[in-house]
Nanobody, 125 residues
Framework: QVHLAESGGGSVQAGGSLRLSCTAS????????MAWFRQAPGKEREGVAR??????EYADSAKGRFTVSRDSATNTMYLQMNSLKPDDTSMYYC????????????????????WGQGTQVTVSS
C-alpha cells in the first residue's frame, strides 16, 4: 500500500530556511515521478518542485531558492527551502503518480494519485 508522510514544517522568519521531508512506503521513491505542491487558504493547490530519474524541475516561484532531492537509502524525498518569504506560507504536500513511470507534461494536482497529509509552513515578515 502506497503511503506518503511529510514532516519538517514549522514557523520561520522571512529569509530563513526549512527542509521538508516526504517518507514513502509501499514503493521506492526512485520508481515514480515525485512532486511537492502547496496550498494556501483560499487558493488553488500549486506545484512547487518535482523530481524523476534524478532530474529536478521547479515552478518559477521556487527557482533559485528551493532544491528537491531524493535519498534511496531512506526512501525519502526532500525539499530544501531557503530565502523563505511570507508568500511561501502554505500547507505543503508531497505526491506521486503510481500510474506511470514518467512525469506527465505540466504540473497539475490531477496528474498525481497518491498524496501525503501535508505539513504547514508559516513565514513571518
Amino acid at each position: 500500500q502506497v503511503h506518503l508522510a511529510e514532516s519538517g514544517g514549522g514557523s520561520v522568519q522571512a529569509g530563513g530556511s526549512l527542509r521538508l521531508s516526504c517518507t514513502a512506503s509501499g514503493f521506492r521513491v526512485t520508481m515514480f515521478c515525485m512532486a511537492w505542491f502547496r496550498q494556501a487558504p483560499g487558493k488553488e493547490r500549486e506545484g512547487v518542485a518535482r523530481i524523476h530519474r534524478g532530474v529536478p524541475e521547479y515552478a518559477d516561484s521556487a527557482k533559485g531558492r528551493f532544491t528537491v532531492s531524493r535519498d534511496s537509502a531512506t526512501n525519502t524525498m526532500y525539499l530544501q527551502m531557503n530565502s523563505l518569504k511570507p508568500d511561501d506560507t502554505s500547507m505543503y504536500y508531497c505526491a506521486t503518480d503510481t500510474r506511470s513511470y514518467e512525469c506527465s507534461d505540466g504540473f497539475r494536482p490531477s496528474q498525481y494519485n497518491s498524496w501525503g497529509q501535508g505539513t504547514q509552513v508559516t513565514v513571518s515578515s
